[in-house]
C-alpha cells in the first residue's frame, strides 16, 4: 500500500487525482496539501469527494510531506514545483510533478519560455519525462517523474509512430489544438469566465504557447533529428477535452490503411491507445484515459486526429499511469477501464 | 441629440447599452468611464463594438462627466453609486442608476440587506423606481431613476397584474428563479469560472438574496398590502437569460384563459409584454427587451412563467426605455424590435 | 458471474449500462440487441466503448435473450417492454424493466396517463419498484424490477423522510424539476436538437408530466396516507443532472439542523446518499450514483435540494444496484466510488 | 417599399431573415411558405417572432409567392430550389437562393459534389455569387443571386487578398474550419441532438465537404489561376459562430503589419469588414454580419483567423446586404450595426 500525498489539492487536476486514487486498491491517501490556513476538509473545497476522500487540506511544508508519503504529486504552479520538489527527494520521496519544471532538459530553453532561470538545473536530465507509451521502460525506476502538458501528450501521440517511421517531413508541421476550458485551471480570471467563453471560440498564444519546446523536444528525441511544429491552441466552451488537428507533409504516398497500420504496429499493447476508423469526438475520452486517434487523407493533405481528456490522459490519468508503472503495478489500476 | 455618459464601461450591462446607443437614432454617447489608466478605446475592452463604438474611456470624476452628458447611465457597483449620483444631479444630469442605491425606499431595509449606512437617504424616496410597465407615468419627469435587478423585473412583471386584482393570496409567494451566468457580472471569481458553472445547475442565496425586498417593496405598492415571498435563485449554464416559474395561491378558481386575459389587459399597450399561450423559453426572449408570460394549472397550483434576457429587459434595454422616456421619445427606439 | 443481457442497447442509458458491466467484477454481457439489421459491434453505435466492451448488437427476440441470459436489463420504450418481459420471465430471467410499463401498481393508472391499455396487468402487483433507499428489502428476491424515473426518484428521495415522520402536510407539494437534456432519450426530435435547446431554459409537460403518479404512488405508500406533489420539470442546456426544487409545507416549526438530522437518519447506511450542509449542485454528483440533499429555511418556507445524475442514479446505476442487490453483492460493486 | 417572400420559413436561416426583415424599413413581408398544412403564424413555428412578424406561413407554390413578391429569399434545401428557382424568375421576381444550386458555375462540379444532375445549367452561368465583397459590382443587376455557404463566405473573405495579391502560393492552404451546430440546420438528426454535440468536438466530412468547389471556384476567380485548398470542417458545441484557421505558405517573408496593410486595402470602404490587431473570438460578431479577420506569424507559418455569425453573415446577413444592394439600398439598412 504505497502513502501518497498531493501537493496543492485544490486545482482541477488534482480533483481528478483525487477521484482515481479514492478508488485505487493499491495506493492512500496520507496528505493534502493548500496554502489556506485551518485544516478544511477536501470535500469543502471539492464537494464532490463528500464521503469519497476524508482526508483533510494542510499548509504543510514539502519536509513534513516527504514525512508522511512514498510518492508525491506535485500539483504545485511552475517556479513552486521546483522549490518543493528537491526536498520531496531529499526527504525519500519518489515524485510525480506536474508543472512544467522538470520538463525541458535544457535549463536555457526553459528560461527563454518560462522567464524565470531554473534553480534546479542538473534534475533536468535526470528526471524522466512522463509519457509512458514513449517512455515507459524508464519509468519504473524513476525517481522524478515530469508529467507531460496535455496538448503536448496529444502531440507527441499523435505525431510519434509516423516521425519514429520517417514517413512525415521533420518540418512544417501544423498543430491545430483545441481545447476545453478546464485547461486553463481554477484561478479567477476575467478569460476563463463562463460569461467570457461560453458560445465563443478563439485562438490563443500564437507563436509562444510554453507547450511548443516541450512537444518538440520529445518528437526530436523520437525521431532522433530536430522537430519543428506550428502549435496553435484554441479555445472550445466545454469543460475538457482535447482535438488536435494536425497537418504534416508525407515523404511518399501512403494510403490511409498503410498510416494506420503504422500507428497499430507502434502502439500494439499499450492499454489506453486506440486506433480508430472513425473520426474521434472528444466525448468518446472524456473522463477516460483513453488516446484516439486516426488519419485521413484530404486532397494530398494528411489529416491526424487525435482525442484525448485533457484532465485524465492529459494529466492525472497520466500520472496514475506513471505512478502505477513505478510502483510495478498494472498501468491501469485505479482507472475506469480495468 | 441627447449626449450620453455611461459610468463604468467595462461590465457587461455597459456593453449592451453600448450596443444599443450605437444604434439609437437620438443619443450620443459622450464620456465612458474607467478605473484604469491611460485613455483604451472601448473596443479594446469589448472587441465586439469595433468599428461601431470610437469613444475612448476614461478615469473620469462624476463632476467632469456630468459637464458632458445631459444623461448618465450609473454602471457602478453599490456604495460607489450613492457617491457618485449626487455629484451628477448637482452637475445638471439626470440619472439612470443600474446599481441597487437607490432601489430601496427605506434606508434602513438598504443597510439590513446591503450592510451599509446609505450615504444619499433622502433621494431614495424622490427616486423612481424604473420599471416603465408599473412607474410609466413618473418617468418622464424624473431626474433619477433607480434601474431596476433583473430577478426584480421578472418577478413584479409576473406577479403585479394579479395582485393588483387581488386574485392570490399576498404571502407564501414561491419563486424559483433561473438564471444566466451573465447575473453574476464579469468580475473574476471562482464561482463563475466556466469550470465550475458549465454543466452544472445549483442554487445560491436562499433566504438571503437582495432582490428580495426589491421585488417585495414594488409588489406590496402594486397590491397596496404587504406582500411576501419565498425568492429561490438558480445558476443556469447559459450566458444570457431569467426564468421565473412563480407559484402563488389562488384566491378563487379562475381558468388559465381567464388569468390571461387579465395579463393582456393590464399590459394592453406596452410593446415590450407578450403574453403568450406557450410556455416560454429564455431563447424566445434573449437578445430582446421582451418580457415573455403565461401560467399554467398544475393540479390546482397556479404556475406563472415568466422570461426576460436579463442584461436587455433585465438592466440595459430598459434603462434605454427609461431614457427614452425621460427624453419623450417612443419607448422602442434604438430597440431590435423596431 | 452473472450473465447480463441488455434489451434496446441504442440509447443513452444502455451506454451507462455498458459502462459500468465493463468494469463489474461479477457479470458478464452476454446479449446486446437492437432492431438494427446485421451484427454491428457495440463500439460502432457507442465509440467510445472501443477497446471496452466487443459485443455485437443482434437483432434478438425475447426468447433468444432469454437463453444467454440470466439477468436483463430491458431498455426498451413503454409498451414495447410490457410485450418482452412476459417472455423473459417465461424463460427463467430476472428482469430489470427500465421503461414505465411496471412502475404504475394500478393498470387504470398507467391507461389514463400513458394513453395504453395495459397487457400484462397481473404482474403490476408483483414487480417490485427498484428504488433500494426505499424497497432495499424486496429487491434481492425480486424475479421483475420496475427501475424508477429519474426525476421520480430525486423526489421520492427528497421526500420521503419528511412525510415518513410526518413533518411535511401530505398536499400541496410543489416540485420544481430541472434536467439535463440525456433524460429526453437519443431519438432524433427536433426539441431535443443541440440548437433548441443550448442558451436556453423552459418548463414542459405541466401538469402532465408522466412521472407525477410515480412520486405520488410511492410517496402515499412511504407516507401510509395519499400525497399529492404539482410536479413542474424543466430544461436545462447539460448533458445530465437533476437539481429538484422542492417547497412543502412544514406542519410545525423545525430548524435546517433538525431536519437534517431526519435525513441523516433516515438514510443512515445507505452507501449512495449523502446529506450536505451545502447546497448541492448537478455538476457534484454527475456520473456517480450519489444522490445529495439538502434543505434550507427561506422565510418560513422549507426548501429541500436534492440532485442526482439523471442517466447513473435516475436510471443506470440505480439498475445496477438492484441487479447488485439481486445477485447478494454489495451494492457498489462496479460503481466509481468503490 | 420592395414586396418580399422566404420560400421555406421555418429554419433557422429564415428566422434570421425574418428578425431583419422586421426592422428593415424598405421591405415588407408579403408571403412565407412551409409544406405543413394550415396556415400556422409564424410565430408558432419561432416563438421569438411574436408580435413582431404577423405573417402566416403557407403552402404556397412558386408560382402563386411570384405574384406577390418582388424578391424572394429561396430557403429550400438544394434541388428543391432549382425547381422553383426557373418558376420564380419567370413570374417576375428576383431571387436570392440561399441554397447550394447555384453557386457553382460548372453542371459537372455539381453532380460531382451534391450527386444529382442540375436542372438548371443554363442559369448556372447567369447567376451571380453573392458575395457582395468580392463581387459587390455585379450583384446590383442582377435577377439571380446565389448566397454563399457559410464556411465558404468566411475562407474566402479571409484569403481573397493575399491570392488577389499574389502573396501565397496556390496550393496546400489548409483551412481548419470550426463551426457551431445551427449550421447543421434544424431538421432532426441524431449527429445533432443536444446531448451528442454538447461537451464535444470533433470534425467531419474531411476530404468531401460540398463547400470545398465552392471556395475553390470563387478564390481561383480571384485569383486568377487555379486554387485548391484541403477543407477541413469541426464542430464546436454552440450554437452559432465560424472560426477559420488558415494555413497558407507565404511566396516570401512579410510582416504581420504589412500582411494586415493588404487587407486594409483591399477591404477599404467594406462596412462589415473588420481588420483587428487581436485574434478575433466568434462572440464577438455573434448576432451582427461582421467579419473580423486577423493574421499571425508561428513559426515562419502564417495563420488567418476569420470569424463569422454563421447565420448572419454566413447566410442571412449576407442575403439582406445582397437585397439592399439589389434595391438600391445602403448595404446596411436593416442591419444592426446601423
Redesign the interface.
Known sequence: MARVAILGATG?TALELL?IL??HPDSEITALTTRQDGKPPISSIH??L???VSVCCENLTADQVGQRADIVFCALPHTASMEAVPQLLDAGCRVIDLSADYRLTDPGVYEHWYGHVHTDPTRLVTAVYGLPEIYGSKIPDAVLVANPGCYTSTSILALAPLLAEKLIEPD?I?I?A?S???G?G?T???A?????????????S??NHRHTPEIEQVLSDVAQSPI?????P?L??????I?C?I?PRLKSDKSVSELLAVYRDFYAGQPFM?I?D???????????N?C?ITV??????L?I?A?IDNLIKGASGVAIQNMNLMLGLDQRTGM???
Open positions: 482541477y477521484k479514492a478508488r464537494p464532490s463528500t464521503g469519497l512544417g501544423i491545430d483545441k476545453g476550458i478546464s486553463a481554477r479567477p480570471k476575467l476563463n469566465l463562463f460569461s467570457e467563453c461560453n458560445e465563443s471560440v478563439t485562438a490563443y500564437i507563436g519543428s511544429v506550428a502549435f496553435n484554441h472550445m466552451p466545454m469543460d475538457r477535452g482535438l488537428s497537418y486506440r480508430v472513425h473520426i474521434p469526438a472528444t466525448k468518446d475520452v472524456a473522463h477516460t483513453f484516439d485521413r487523407m484530404n486532397r494530398n493533405q489529416v486526429f482525442a475506469l477501464m480495468c
